[in-house]
Structures are given as C-alpha cells and as structure tokens.
C-alpha cells in the first residue's frame, strides 16, 4: 500500500519556515480562499440577510437578484443565507472531524508504530475497517446511530481515522529507528519521554498536511450524508440538504443545486491548496499519496 | 507464485472475520430497538415481535455471532425486512450494474489520468502543466453527487445528449448501455481522474530525472519510446500499488453515484435499505462491499508482482 | 601506444563552452580536445572540473539548464551541435556511445537485460527476434559475462554491480561505435572487478580498433588505459599529451600536483602531499588562470588567462611558466616547486 510518512525532513528555523511558507503560492492561495470561507461562516448569523429557516410564499423559486444574491428556494426561503448557515454547519462538522480523527489516530497509530507486539493486532482493525469504502461505512454507521450532528461527527472520524493511524504509524516507525532516538533510550529516558518528544514532534509533518484532506473529505462526506438524507436532520441547512431539495426544481431553478455546489467547491478547493502548499514546504517527498 | 497467492489469502482471513464481526456489531449500535426503528411508531406489538425474531433478537448475543458467521460462510446474509426476499440474491441481481459502472470509471480515471499526468510531466513547467494540474485540483475538489447533477441539468434536460438516468444492460442493447453509462461513468470517475493524474505526474518527474532514463536517451531512442518504455513504465509502480484504494473509492462513489442517475445497482439497494432502516440488507451490502475490496486488493497484489520484477518472490 | 597526433582526427572539440542558463555563469571554457581513430584519450580531473559535463555535451545529452554557449564539436566531420535532433539521435547508440558511473542505477529495473541491449540492435541494427536475441548473447559472451544463456533473461537486481556494468559495456558495443565514452566506469566498482573490466575495456579497444574518451579521477586508470590524456581544471583543460610525457614531465603546476599527491607504498611512512585549497564552484573563477590562486608560483602575469602553448612536442599546457623539463629530473615526489 502507498506510504505517504518518509524520512522527516530537519526542523527548519522558525522564521524561514514562515517566510516559505507564504512564498508558496499554493498555500496562500489556499489560506485565502479557506479565510473567506472561515469569516463568512463565522459571520453567518450576523450577515446573513435573511432566517434560513423561514420561508416566504410570496417569494418563491426566484432568479438571484440584488434581494436575493443566490436567490430563492421553493419555500421562499433565502438561498444565500441558508447557504451561509451551511458552511457553518460544514466547518463545524469538519474542524470535529479533522481534531478527533488527529487525536485518536495519533493514539492508535504510535501505539502501533512503537510497541511491536501491538501492531499486527491494531493494524488488522485498521485493516478491517478500511476494507468499506469510507463514505459507505460512514452512511452505514450514521443511519444506525440517527440522524443528528453528533452522528454524523462520530460516523466520519471512523471513517478517517485508521487511514491516519496508517499515517502516524509509518512516521513513528521511522523515526523510531533512527539514532537519536536509540541514543535517548541510552540515556534512560522511559518511552512516553521518548514518545512525545523524539518521535511525534517528527511525525506532525505528515499528520498536519494529512488533516487538511480529512478537513475536505469530512466536508464533501457531510455533503453527500445530508443529500441521502442521513445527515443532520431536516430543517438545518446543510449544504446537501439544500441540494438534496433543489434536485426536483433544476430545470426551473437551478441556482438553488448551484449555490451550495459551488459553496462547496470554493471550500474543499482552498482546503486542498492549503494542504499542498503545507505539503510542500514541509516536506516535497510527501507529495505522491495525497488524501 | 502460487504460494504467494496462498500466503495473501490466509494473511485476509483475520481481516475477513474482523470485516463480518463490524458488520454484525452494526445491529448491536442501534440505539433503543432495532424493530422499532424500522418499522414506525403505529406498529402492533406482535408485528414489532415479529421483526425482532427476524433480526433474531430473542437470542442471546454470542448465539446471535456464531449463527452469523455460519451464515455467512454458506452465503447466507439473511432476508430483507422490506422486500422479503434473501439478501443475497437480491444483491447478485444488482451487482453487475455496480461492476459495469465502477469498472467502467476505473478504466477512464486511468487511461486519462495517466495520459494527462504524462502529458504534465513531459511538459512540466509549462501551460499544458499547469493547465492540466489545475483541473486536476479542480476535479478532486467538486461533489460527485453535485457534478452528477450539474451534468444531467446541462447536457440531459437542457442539451439532451445523454439519457439522463436509468439503465441499459449490455446483452440487451451495447449502445444503449454505453450512451446511459457515459455520464455516471464520467462523473464517478471525475475524482479519481484528478488524483491519478497528479499521482502520475510526480511519478514521471522522479522517474524521468533518473540514471537510466539517460542511459536510454544515449541509445539514440526515439523520445516518445523513452518516455513509456522506460519512463511511464517505471512511474506506474507506485500508482499500482494505489489501485486497490482506488477501486474502493469508486465503489463508494458507485453508490452515490447511482442514487443521483437512479441507476438499479447494489448501491441504491443499500441506500434504500439504510433509508427504510433494512438493517439486514444494510449489513449484507456492507459485508459484499468489503469482499469485493479485498478481492481486488489481492490483485493488485499480484498486478504489483507483475509490474514490478524486484517485488517476485525467489 | 600511439604518441603522434593523429592526422585525420575521430573527433574534435573546439572552443565548447557550456553554461548555466542562458545567461549563467561557464562550467565548461573554451575545450580544446581532439580524439583520433583506434585513440584511446584520457580525462582526468577532480570532481567539479567538468568532465561529465564535457561528456554530455559530445554525446548531446546535457540535463535542461546547461547548455551549449559556443564552439564546435565534430565527429567525422558532422557538426554535431548543429544537427538536427533526429540525425544526432541516429547517430547516438551507433555512431558513438556512452557508458555512465553508476550501474546500480543505470540500467532500466523493470526490464530485461537482453531487452535493453535488444533495443540498440532493433533500432541501429535492424535486427529482432531470434536474431536480436542470438546476438545479445554473442555480446555478453564478448563482455565475459557467465552463463550469457540465462543471464540474458535476468533483471538488472539480479546483477552484482560488476556484471551490469558488463551489461552497459555490450549495450554500448551493440550499435558498433567508432567512438565509446566512458565516464568513470569503474569508480563505483570493487578494487578487483575494477580491474577486470579495465582489462576487458582494453582488450575489447584493441580488438576493434574502437576511439575510446576514457573519464575519470584515477590517474592509475589513464596510465592503465591511456594514449594521450588531457587535464582538467574548473572547467578548463590545463594540459594535454602523451601519458608518457605527462607522467614523466608534468609542465603545469596542477598536473604536478595531482601526480605528487598519489599515497605511493614503496616510499614509505611519508606526509601525503596535497594541493592547499579547494576546488573553486562554477562561476568563481576569475578571470585569469583559474589554477592560480592555489599555485604556489602565481605571479602578476597569471592574472591574464593563460593559452595552451606547446611545451614540448605534442605537449601542450596553459601556464605562462610551465616547468620546463630536464632530462635528470626525477619524478617529483614532493609538491616543491623547482626552480624554472
């Protein structure tokens, strides 16, 4: 299978880091679009020119106007402000993802990357789960649990953390065999020292790029959950949902798919950027398996 | 190499047992009664009894385990709440669509993926490169579910090309099969198209600054020869060992994939069934789709041996 | 051993300067060389004098920033620098070919060794099938190869690194070059398989009269292997000659250098004499003798470029005070500067 963790590049300095880091066009062109994205979610109850939630007879199905930006839906309900909403509850859904999916794949992963007699029985797990294709395991879990954000934050992560775990577990294997670490152990440090300061300071490169795609994954499996119908429940405007709804109005209204399409083209476009650009400066030798 | 083959399929037997023991769990995730959840809250209670004996609640957990793994080994995966019939067969009524349609998308995301990813390397740095990886970017950054409907609005309704759903099969009419696969096919492969394509790309760029794609070029080869005899030849190496991935995200991909082009495939079985809380289909779905993955992870074990002489054994 | 200049030479290298980029600075400054036919030319140098790229340049195979700033390379009287690209092609793999450092790396790893070398024959030779196939193995027979019959199906990873080098030499030979390129072909090699493939290179450049452009940092190898040899230095050629004469009466102060800082076993428990300084990166060199700020008798005249005159017969070097060469002189065993 195709190992994406290598031979941890040296620490750059600080500053340089930095300064690379905005150099690369990539990542700023990334950061910038994953900003907007950020802001307009963060403001969505502030900005948002209209209740997501609440339809208007008299307002239905319209073209996108200077009233209504994205126009309407076929309950007279604002297609931007819902949209807005939506990225909220996208963000939301994916930083969850993304932050459980990093923690419990850092847990799994070292354990079975550093204690060897724990590796075949861990990894057999990993491998088992990551035999579904992702998205059906997540739509499975999901429409067994119910349908809430919860559910749908808790379907996802298991679905990306054994990949991760792969990922953590390849780096720690690495660098567990390099010399430093060898030589720490020499000088008596216990292996939690070792763990936390040697070895996972120099598996946090490939992890951090790796979490930008469960990011854009988790959005883009959020989306396709809510279009089946078994993401979080109706009336919340989600980006699929709102999809899932204008599917019978296309041809008479097709702003109402287009919005949140693009909505979330705009956001999985700048997070894959962000984690290129990341990739690249961190470490060029990453750049075969990507996602 | 067929003992290769023997080691491969033994070292899957864990993860089979560990595959069918999720798969079981799955009933046992459901908060409050799996009865009542499929059937709404209007149900008598002997109608709710009679779906517990079905899913075979009234027995005791491990009971419940071994009787499944006996079943499953003889290729029963149970009866369906809702169509009343076995599972298993209805899943094989439906499986040829879903294999059409994902190796149909897998053939495309290769071929173009790979011919563009060469392309991009042999030009790199230039506008082809750029060009080419951008809308790579772009393809494995849009919503297959979206892009399937964008297309069906476009060049179905408004421009009618293409049918704009359903299903064709090939012994009854080949064109017509093609013309109703072309679109799911290419929105399917769309994702998996952009990733191959970048994939092969950084590949052909390592490969081609190598020493003997020199010494190739000191032979006097044509060009166009060194870059695929010598060069692609090379860079597939890694992208093999992908495939199997690969073959697993379209298969995910399928099932939505269906959903939006209504196509009568394994997928929307499953969506159905998870829709209508037909907790048997979805565990027998779930159990087939990982079968196939494995399947196809050993051969593209054994398509990584082939392509690559260093990986043989003895 | 020949120690004429050859009349009608195999190959000429006028005035080649190559460069980085389009404006960058020179690895390579106004070469002069020449190769005549059944010649075997040395080119010795440390790492950094150029000589690979000289090599790539003949053969027209400099990776994409360097390129050719100016000056003529002949081979037959073709000009190969303004051929157009597919009669260079067809000329490459036939007319001359060329065997690189590395065998580890250099041959194709997922493909046959019979193939690679049936390559050179479908495309220059015309030949395939079992006649491509008989004639491999007649190659590898020629490169001493074991078992040719079997090996002919190996895999490169199947290969020690002497063997494959085997394998480039009958790939090099397949076309029937009148001009073989070697660049370090046995630096990366064990001390004993070097030897083999040197004497198996010498006796395959006797048999078939072959011109032979022998590269490397050995001076062990020129006096093995060489005719004639030419040193290099940042870029620059700073002496050329017969080996005899080089060896025998270096003139310029490098050549004296690098031949005095060989570790000799007969001399005893002794200082290793070396040359002070470094080797200076393209671009550093002024703009006079590139030599001079490590020569111990740079002078004010230095600091003009000095040309390659003659000092002897078919003696050329590029110092305005070469040493001048009398009969008693002892080979120097000490970097001392003798009195001009």
Redesign the interface.
């Known amino acids: 299978?195709?190992n994406a963790a290598t031979l941890p590049a040296p620490a750059p300095g600080r500053a340089s880091f930095a300064r690379r880091l905005l150099a690369n066009r990539s990542f700023t062109i990334g950061a910038a679009l994953v900003g907007l994205v950020v802001v307009l979610a963060l403001l969505a109850s502030v900005i948002a020119p209209f209740d997501p939630l609440k339809g208007n007879f008299r307002a239905r199905m319209l073209a996108p106007s200077w009233q209504h930006w994205m126009g309407t839906d076929h309950f007279g309900r604002d297609i931007l402000s819902r949209v807005l909403h939506g990225a909220r509850i996208s963000l939301q859904i994916g930083l969850m993802v993304s932050l459980i999916t990093a923690a419990a794949g850092v847990v799994i992963g070292a354990t079975a990357g550093y204690f060897r007699r724990s590796d075949g029985p861990i990894m057999?797990?990993m491998?088992?789960?990551?035999?579904?294709?992702?998205?059906?395991?997540a739509?499975?879990?999901s429409?067994?649990?119910?349908a809430s954000v919860l559910n749908v934050i808790i379907a996802l992560s298991i679905a990306a953390i054994p990949h991760t775990a792969r990922i953590v577990r390849a780096s720690v294997m690495v660098v567990r065999e390099m010399e430093y670490v060898e030589a720490a152990r020499a000088l008596g440090a216990g292996h939690a020292r070792i763990l936390l300061r040697h070895i996972l300071a120099n598996a946090m490169a490939p992890l951090v790029v790796r979490m930008t795609y469960v990011f854009?994954v988790a959005i883009?499996n959020e989306?396709?959950l809510s279009?089946?119908?078994?993401g979080p429940p109706p009336p919340a405007p989600t980006f699929g949902a709102i999809?899932a709804n204008g599917?019978d109005f296309?041809?008479a209204a097709?702003w109402i798919?287009?919005a949140?399409?693009f909505a979330?083209?705009v956001s999985?476009?700048g997070l894959?950027?962000l984690g290129?650009g990341l990739r690249d400066v961190l470490d060029p030798r990453m750049?075969?398996?990507?996602? | 190499m067929g003992r290769f083959i023997v080691q491969r399929l033994l070292a899957s037997i864990p993860v089979l047992l560990l595959v069918s023991l999720i798969t079981f769990a799955l009933l046992s995730l459901v908060p409050g009664d799996p009865a009542s959840a499929f059937l709404d809250a209007s149900a008598t209670a002997e109608a709710l009894e009679r779906v517990r004996r079905e899913l075979g609640l009234d027995r005791p957990f491990l009971v419940r385990m071994g009787d499944w793994y006996l079943r499953v080994l003889q290729g029963d995966l149970g009866t369906s709440l809702l169509l009343n019939r076995s599972v298993t067969s209805a899943i094989l009524e439906r499986l040829p669509v879903t294999l059409s349609l994902t190796a149909m998308a897998f053939l495309v995301s290769v071929l173009l993926g790979m011919a563009a990813g060469v392309l991009a390397a042999v030009r790199h740095g230039k506008a082809a490169d750029q060009g080419l990886m951008t809308l790579a970017l772009l393809g494995l950054s849009i919503p297959e579910f979206w892009l399937g409907l964008v297309l069906i609005w476009l060049v179905a309704v408004m421009v009618p090309i293409f049918p704009a759903g359903d299903y064709v099969a090939f012994a009854t009419n080949p064109w017509q099969w093609a013309r109703h696969l072309a679109l799911p096919t290419f929105t399917l492969a769309c994702v998996q198209m952009g990733f191959v394509a970048r994939m092969t790309r950084s590949s052909m760029l390592e490969v081609l600054g190598q020493d003997f794609v020199r010494t190739a070029r000191a032979k006097g080869l044509p060009e166009p020869y060194v870059v695929v005899r010598h060069g692609l030849a090379n860079a597939m190496v890694p992208i093999v060992t992908v495939m199997g991935i690969m073959v697993g995200a379209l298969l995910g991909g399928a099932v939505v994939t269906e959903q939006v082009f209504s196509i009568p495939g394994l997928g929307r079985l499953i969506i159905g069934a998870v829709l209508s809380r037909d907790f048997p289909v979805i565990q027998g779905g779930l159990l087939f789709l990982a079968l196939i993955y494995l399947v196809v992870n050993l051969v593209v074990d054994l398509l990584y041996a082939v392509v690559d002489p260093r990986v043989r054994l003895g | 051993m020949t120690t004429t200049r050859p009349e009608s030479p195999l190959l000429q290298v006028q005035q080649l300067s190559t460069a980085l980029g389009s404006r960058g600075p020179d690895i390579l400054s106004d070469i002069e060389l020449s190769l005549g036919h059944g010649e075997v030319l040395g080119v010795v140098g440390e790492s950094g004098s150029g000589k690979s790229v000289l090599a790539l340049s003949i053969m027209g195979l400099l990776p994409s920033p360097i390129r050719v700033r100016q000056g003529a390379i002949t081979l037959q009287g073709k000009d190969l620098l303004n051929l157009p690209a597919t009669e260079l092609r067809a000329l490459r793999g036939r007319d001359m070919a060329m065997i690189f450092q590395e065998p580890m790396t250099s041959l194709n790893p997922v493909m046959r060794v019979g193939q690679q070398i049936g390559e050179v024959l479908r495309w220059h030779r015309a030949l395939q099938g079992a006649a491509a196939r008989e004639e491999s193995i007649a190659l590898l027979r020629r490169v001493e190869m074991p078992d040719p019959q079997r090996q002919i199906d190996a895999y490169p990873h199947e290969l020690s690194g002497g063997m494959r080098q085997r394998v480039m030499i009958a790939i090099a030979l397949a076309g029937k070059p009148q001009l073989l390129i070697a660049d370090e072909p046995t630096t990366a090699l064990d001390v004993t398989i070097q030897a083999q493939i040197l004497g198996l290179m010498r006796k395959i450049q006797r048999d078939d009269k072959m011109s032979v452009l022998l590269i490397t940092h050995d001076l062990g190898v020129i006096a093995e292997m060489c005719d004639r040899v030419a040193v290099m230095y940042a870029g620059r050629v700073v002496e050329q000659g017969a080996v005899l004469d080089i060896f025998d009466r270096p003139a310029h102060p490098y050549t004296r250098g690098l031949l005095a800082s060989r570790p000799r076993i007969a001399a005893g428990a002794q200082w290793l004499s070396t040359i002070e300084g470094t080797v200076p990166g393209i671009g550093q060199t002024g703009a006079g003798c590139s030599f001079a700020p490590r020569c111990g008798l740079a002078g004010p005249a230095c600091h003009q470029r000095p040309p390659l005159r003659e000092v002897g017969p078919a003696h050329l070097a590029a110092c305005v005070s070469p040493f001048a060469p009398s009969p008693d002189a002892a080979v120097p065993t000490a970097w001392v500067p003798s009195s001009p």
């Open positions: 299978m195709a057999r797990l491998d088992a789960f990551m035999a579904f294709p992702s998205i059906i395991l739509i499975a879990i429409s067994v649990l119910g854009a883009l989306a396709v279009f089946i119908g078994v999809i599917r296309i041809v097709p798919t287009l949140p399409g979330i083209l999985v476009l894959n950027l290129d750049a075969v398996n990507t996602r």
